[in-house]
Each structure stands twice: as C-alpha cells, then as structure tokens.
C-alpha cells in the first residue's frame, strides 16, 4: 500500500511506494522474452481490459490493459499499445494509434469517479520505463491530492492547427522541443472526445513523436550524444480535469543541480526556435 506524505509548509506531496523497487525484468523474461509480448499473456498481471477479438489473458488482441503489478495508487493500470514489441506511436499505423488513444478514453471514464485520472507514458529507460515494450499507464489518484500539475498554456510559438487541436511550443515550456496539444473546445475532459477528435488526435501524436525523433537523431546540439546509450525518449501525460491537453516532454536533456535545488527550470532550446523546426518536420 502507498503512503501519501504532504509538506507542512507547502501544497506538495510525496508518494511513497517501496514495491516499486522490484519492478523491472523478472525471471520469466530473462529465459523466455517479454511478458508483454502476444503469446506470453498467461506469464502477465491480470487483464482488465481489451480492443480485440479473444477472450482475457489469450492472444489477438489489438490493445491490452492489465493490472500494474507493482502499483503506485489503489488502481494502477498498464495499457500495452500493440502485440509488436517495437513500434510505438511514432511507427503505428494511423488505425493503431485511434486504437490506443480510445482505449485511453474508454479507461479514463470507467475511473473518473474514482478519483484524479493520470493518463500517462514513459517511452524508453531514460524516460523512466521499466519494460520495453511500448506502453503506457493510468493511474487513479485521490482528489484531495494536489498533483501541482500546470494549467493549460495559452497557444503560443504554433506547430501545427487542426480541425480540433492546436500544437504548439507555449512560451513556459521547460523542456527543449516541449509540445502541448490543446482541443479547441473550451471546458471539457478529455473522457468527452468523440470520434472524430481520436482520430485527430492519434495522427497528430504519430506526426509529432515522429518529428520529435527526427530532431533528436539530425540536431547538431545532440550530436555528442551517444545515441546507444541514450536512445529517442520522452514522456507525455493527459491532464485529467477540465481545459484538458495532452503534454509531450522529450528526455533530450536531464535535470541537474538547480532544477533539483530550485522551483526553476533551465531550457536550452527557445520555444520560438523549438516550434519553428518543428513545423519544418510535422507540416
């Protein structure tokens, strides 16, 4: 069980969840391969959900959900993108994409009542993620919790504007290359898209992440990078209340000693600079 622990003097909190030091490669991958992978899914935590055709803990299906086994909250979820154990947003097919993002949606109202819904990704080691395979997860937080999480940014230093979003680089962005996506609808959750809005979504995700990659790969600023070690990450959340947007943070640089000792931030890549660039790659 978690143990939530509030500053005396400030509105943060810290999650203390010691199991999650055992998450990670367990025995089963070591001799057999990725328990994630289609085929291995009587290896895996308990599925609680599915897009696909097959009956729970059996192969072909197309999205997979399961329990977290190493939970941070009450309810913890992992939501496996494909059976392929490479290709995530940036590679899928524009179909896999709508897939994952409505199994995001189909999630995030089974738990609204639940409490704070954190829809949210680590892609690659350096991003945080414990297991290759391409996944994501949702966690269900109480709503006394402040999660200190940012307000949605007005629309500044423009990427890209659709139908129903806008992509851009705000102006206190506190990461290189950071994007933010923002519905044009004003007051609504993200649990309220419709299908049209998936689909708009997931292409726009697939564009960026891809761009994103582009960048990081090409960019003389991270040519000393030995790409090997430190392969394409980032992370992205979905801000779970009202005036939703969905937040791309890629792990180009790491924090260091102010941004650990201070409330401030130190980005290197103007966000002006950022969407200009990135325009050049997502249009």
Request: with cysteine; hydrophobic share 35%.
């Amino acid at each position: 069980m978690s143990k939530y622990v509030p500053d005396s003097t400030t509105k943060l909190w810290v999650v203390i969840a010691s199991t999650r030091t055992d998450r990670g490669e367990n025995n089963h991958q070591k001799s057999h391969g990725c328990i994630f992978c289609e085929g291995h899914e009587h290896f895996s935590p308990q599925e609680v959900y599915r897009l696909g055709p097959g009956h729970p803990n059996t192969p072909e299906w197309h999205v997979r959900v399961l329990q977290n086994k190493y939970p941070i909250t009450d309810i913890h979820e992992v939501v496996i993108h494909s059976p392929d154990h490479e290709k995530d947003f940036e590679q899928f097919t524009h179909v896999q994409s709508e897939r994952v993002i409505t199994v995001f949606k189909d999630r995030f109202n089974e738990h609204k009542n639940a409490g704070q819904v954190l829809i949210f990704n680590n892609h690659g080691l350096h991003a945080g993620a414990s297991q290759t395979h391409p996944h994501s997860q949702i966690a269900v937080f109480p709503r006394q919790i402040e999660l200190g999480m940012l307000a949605r940014q007005a629309v500044q230093n423009g990427v890209l504007e659709t139908q129903y979003f806008n992509v851009y680089c705000p102006d206190f962005s506190q990461w290189p290359y950071e994007v933010w996506i923002a519905p044009h609808k004003k007051e609504t959750i993200f649990g309220n898209v419709d299908e049209n809005e998936i689909a708009d979504l997931s292409l726009i995700l697939k564009r960026v992440t891809r761009a994103l990659s582009h960048i990081y790969l090409t960019a003389e600023m991270f040519a000393k990078v030995d790409r090997h070690l430190h392969p394409f990450g980032y992370n992205f959340y979905i801000y779970p209340h009202k005036e939703w947007y969905l937040r791309i943070i890629p792990r180009f640089v790491h924090p260091g000693g102010i941004e650990l000792s201070t409330s401030l931030t130190v980005n290197v890549v103007d966000p002006t600079d950022a969407a200009t660039e990135l325009r050049e790659f997502v249009l």
